[in-house]
């Protein structure tokens, strides 16, 4: 058993994540008489699967439902697959908005002189007049 600065060290999340982890219910450590947590191995290798999940970029909800399908010995890799394959839509969605976001900024950044005339194609931009 391990207390939470183990947990921490073991899994390089924040106690205040893996405190918020606990509270939305991810992980539920058992409790010493003092009212410590006291985590066993698998609390970290849940808490170290949702620290790897985040990093990808699930959201809390898909984190939940990834631990839930991990846990079920009897679930269908398909479902695993289909969350998987909606947050990469999404993460391409993202990719194309950025993209966009810097071919607009990279114009508008071309079109201004930067020098000391107040005339200011960014701004115009940005105020939606250009």
Not at 72 to 98: F, M, N, P, Y
Request: net charge negative.
């Amino acid at each position: 058993m391990m207390n939470i600065s183990e947990v921490e060290t073991r899994t390089g999340l924040p106690a205040k994540t893996i405190r918020y982890y606990e509270d939305i219910g991810l992980v539920t450590p058992a409790r010493r008489t003092n009212g410590y947590r006291d985590f066993s191995d698998k609390d970290a290798h849940k808490l170290a699967f949702l620290a790897r999940a985040r990093a990808l970029g699930f959201s809390i909800e898909d984190c939940r439902n990834l631990l839930a399908l991990w846990e079920d010995q009897t679930r269908a890799s398909s479902d695993v697959r289909e969350i998987a394959k909606h947050h990469l839509v999404e993460i391409e969605a993202k990719i194309q908005g950025l993209m966009a976001m810097r071919d607009t900024l990279s114009d508008l950044v071309h079109q201004c002189a930067g020098d000391s005339r107040p005339d200011c194609p960014i701004l115009k931009g940005l105020e939606g007049s250009q």
